[in-house]
Nanobody
């Protein structure tokens, strides 16, 4: 089964940046979509960005584009999320998600993704 493990969360001052990592295991194909979501206290899980590991094509949620950059490391079967100019509204638990055996990425809607990591907390103060 696919397993996802996030890392890189923590506390950061407003205006700062963080880089989150998600390592995947258990894939049976190369063409998989991996995405980042976040969920603030009492809020819905909102999509940030996605990347197809096979093609390298990236997808961004419109409100997130510009401050977040998603990239892949196929050698490590991992994706990175680089953020910048963080503010208090970015405080949330950040989740990695995946959908196997696809040559694209679906819309950044949580129910479209089958596998989820445990999440990593990001706190901006």
């Amino acid at each position: 089964d696919v397993q996802l493990v996030e890392s890189g969360g923590g506390s950061v001052q407003a205006g700062g940046s963080l880089r989150l990592s998600c390592v995947a295991s258990g894939y049976t194909t190369r063409n998989n979509c991996m995405a980042w979501f976040r969920q603030g206290s009492g809020g819905d899980r909102e999509g940030i960005a996605a990347i197809n590991l096979g093609s390298g094509r990236t997808y961004y949620s419109a409100p997130m584009k510009g401050r977040f950059t998603v990239s892949r490391d196929n050698a490590e079967n991992s994706v990175l999320l680089q953020s910048r100019a963080l503010n208090a509204q970015d405080t949330a638990t950040y989740f990695c998600a995946a959908l196997e055996s696809v040559t694209y990425c679906p819309d950044l809607i949580a129910r479209r993704f089958r596998h989820w990591g445990q999440g990593t907390q990001v706190t901006v103060s």
